[in-house]
C-alpha cells in the first residue's frame, strides 16, 4: 500500500477531529472540561462509548485471538451485561447522588483520606498502563506500514501518535470527546463491517460461514480448569465490567456528563446491548482472517495476523485503508477519552483544582502525554504476548484494590482503620501474583482473568482486619 494514501487518509481524519475540537472546546473552564457543564446527550455518549470499550486492542487482538480461543471470548461479553446491569442500578444512582466529579470522591466520603487517595491512585496506574497498550499498537502498525521506510524512530512515531491526541483534547476535555468519540466509532464499525464484506465476497462465502466455522465454539463446559470454561470467563466478565467500566473514572466521567441519572442509565443499557452484537462482529472477522491465511498460507497469528492480511495489497487498497481507519478510529476513542479522564482525576484527587484554574490543568493534561510516550516506550521493550491478554491481566492486579474497597465500602458498614488502607491495596496484587506464578504447581490449574475477583476479595478480607469495633458508617 502506498505510503501517501494513508498520510492522506491520517491527515483528513485528524482534521476532521481538531475541527470538532474547535467548535466544542470555546468555553475551556474547567467545568467543561471535567463534565461537559452535563448537556451530553445520553444516546450520543451510548455511541462513542463502544469505541472507548472496544479500542485499538478489540480491533487487533479480538480478531488475532480466535485461533487459540475460537469464540469464547464471548463468554466474556455475557458477563459484561450483567456487570453493566449493576452499574446502572447500583454505582449510577450513587454517583448522582453524591454529585461526584470524580468518582473516588466516594471513597473519602466513606472511609478517609487515604482510602480515597488509594483508589485514585490504581485508576491512574491502571489507566496509564491500558492507555500505554492500546496506543502502542496503532504507533506499531504506523512503524510497520509508513515510518520504517521513511527510517522515522519508532520514539518518533510515538510522540506524533501522542501529539494528535492533544491537539484536539487540551482545550474542551469531556464535552470534546463526546462527540470525538461518537465519529471514531462510527468509522470504526464501518471499516470492520465493509472488511468482513470484502472478504465474504472475496471467499465467495456465505453468512453462515461467519458463525458455523472451526473457530466458532462459543460455549464451554467440560473443564473447569481449562481457562476457556464458562463459568470462569462469565465471572471474570461480570468483575472486569464492573471495574473497567464502574469504577473506572475515564467510562463514568462520560455517563456523569449526562443531564441526569436516568439519562445515564438509558445509555448504559443501551450500549451494553450493542456492545454484544459489536464484539461478535469482530469474532467473525478474526475466524474469516484465518480461513483466508489458511487459504493463501499466511502465517501471521494473533495480533499480527489482520495488519498482515490489511497491508499486503491483496485485498486490495480499499481493505487497507479501511484497516488504517479503524485501527486509529478504535486506537483514539479510548486513548482520547484515558487521556482526559487521567487529568480530571488527578486534577480533582490530588490537586483539588476549581473551575477556573485551567493553566493548571492544561499543564497536568500535558504531563500525562509525556508519561504516556515514556510507557509506551517501555512497553514497547518488554511485549511479548496478544496485548488484549496482557491488558486483562494488568487490570486484575490493578483494579482488584477498587473492587475490594468499592465492595466493602457498598456492602458493608464498618468503618475502618484508613491509614492502613494503602498497605492492603499493595499486599493484595502481591499475594494474587505469588499465588498466580505457583497455582498450577499447588492447585493443579492455572488462573486466567478471574484473578481480578480473587485480587478484591484478597483486598476484601484484608479490609475486615481494619475494622473499628466501635463504630459503623451511618451514610
Known amino acids: 500500500m502506498q505510503n501517501t494514501y494513508i498520510i492522506i487518509t491520517i491527515i483528513s481524519y485528524f482534521s476532521i477531529l481538531v475541527l470538532i475540537s474547535f467548535f466544542t472546546g470555546k468555553h475551556d473552564d474547567n ?113 510497520l506500514i509508513v515510518f520504517d521506510a521513511w527510517h522515522v524512530p519508532f520514539f518518533v512515531t510515538v510522540i506524533i501518535t501522542i501529539l494528535l491526541i492533544w491537539l484536539y483534547t487540551f482545550k474542551g476535555g469531556i464535552k470534546t470527546i463526546i462527540w470525538t468519540d461518537t465519529l471514531q466509532t462510527l468509522f470504526m464499525l464501518l471499516a470492520v463491517i465493509m472488511t468482513v464484506i470484502l472478504i465474504v465476497n472475496h471467499m465467495d462465502l456465505t453468512v453462515k460461514d461467519l458463525y458455523d466455522n472451526e473457530y466458532s465454539q462459543i460455549f464451554f463446559f467440560e473443564d473447569w480448569r481449562d481457562p476457556k470454561y464458562f463459568f470462569r470467563q462469565f465471572l471474570a466478565g461480570a468483575f472486569m465490567a464492573i471495574v473497567m467500566t464502574g469504577l473506572d473514572q475515564d467510562m463514568m466521567q462520560k455517563n456523569l456528563s449526562c443531564k441526569n441519572l436516568k439519562a445515564a442509565q438509558k445509555n448504559m443499557f443501551w450500549f451494553s446491548i450493542i456492545l454484544v452484537f459489536v464484539n461478535f462482529v469482530f469474532l467473525a472477522l478474526g475466524a474469516l482472517l484465518y480461513q483466508y491465511a489458511n487459504l493463501k498460507g499466511i502465517t501471521a497469528t494473533g495480533d499480527n495476523l489482520y495488519p498482515m492480511i490489511a497491508i499486503n495489497g491483496e485485498l486490495g487498497i480499499v481493505v487497507g485503508l479501511l484497516f488504517i481507519l479503524g485501527l486509529i478510529a478504535a486506537a483514539y476513542s479510548s486513548a482520547d477519552s484515558a487521556l482526559t479522564a487521567l487529568t480530571t482525576s488527578f486534577s480533582i484527587d490530588f490537586l483539588k483544582l476549581n473551575e477556573h484554574q485551567v493553566k493548571l490543568r492544561q499543564l497536568v493534561h500535558f504531563g500525562f502525554s509525556v508519561l504516556l510516550i515514556i510507557v509506551i516506550l517501555v512497553f514497547k521493550a518488554i511485549n511479548d504476548q496478544s496485548i488484549i491478554s496482557m491488558l486483562f491481566t494488568v487490570a486484575s492486579y490493578t483494579y482488584g484494590p477498587l473492587l475490594g474497597l468499592y465492595a466493602f465500602g457498598l456492602f458493608t458498614k464498618w468503618q475502618i482503620k484508613d491509614g492502613y488502607v494503602p498497605i492492603v491495596a499493595i499486599l493484595a496484587p502481591l499475594i494474587c501474583y505469588i499465588l498466580n506464578i505457583n497455582s498450577e504447581q499447588w492447585f493443579g490449574f492455572k488462573f486466567g482473568f478471574e484473578l481480578l475477583i480473587v485480587n478484591g476479595l484478597f483486598t476484601f478480607f484484608g479490609l475486615l482486619l481494619l475494622i473499628k469495633l466501635e463504630t459503623k458508617f451511618s451514610g
Request: no cysteine; net charge positive.
Open 31 to 143: 467545568k467543561t472540561f471535567f463534565l461537559g457543564n452535563k448537556q451530553s446527550p445520553w444516546f450520543v455518549v451510548a455511541f462513542g462509548m463502544i469505541g472507548t470499550s472496544l479500542s485499538g486492542v478489540t480491533f487487533i487482538s479480538v480478531p488475532g485471538w480466535v485461533d487459540s480461543t475460537q469464540f469464547s471470548y464471548m463468554q466474556m461479553v455475557l458477563g459484561y451485561l450483567f456487570g453493566y446491569l449493576v452499574i446502572a442500578t447500583v454505582l449510577m444512582p450513587l454517583y448522582y447522588r453524591l454529585n461526584l466529579t470524580s468518582i473516588y470522591g466516594y471513597l473519602e466520603q466513606r472511609f478517609g483520606f487515604w482510602s480515597y487517595k488509594t483508589g485514585a491512585f490504581f485508576f491512574l496506574l491502571s489507566r496509564t498502563i491500558g492507555a500505554a497498550f492500546r496506543l502502542y499498537l496503532v504507533a506499531m502498525v504506523l512503524q
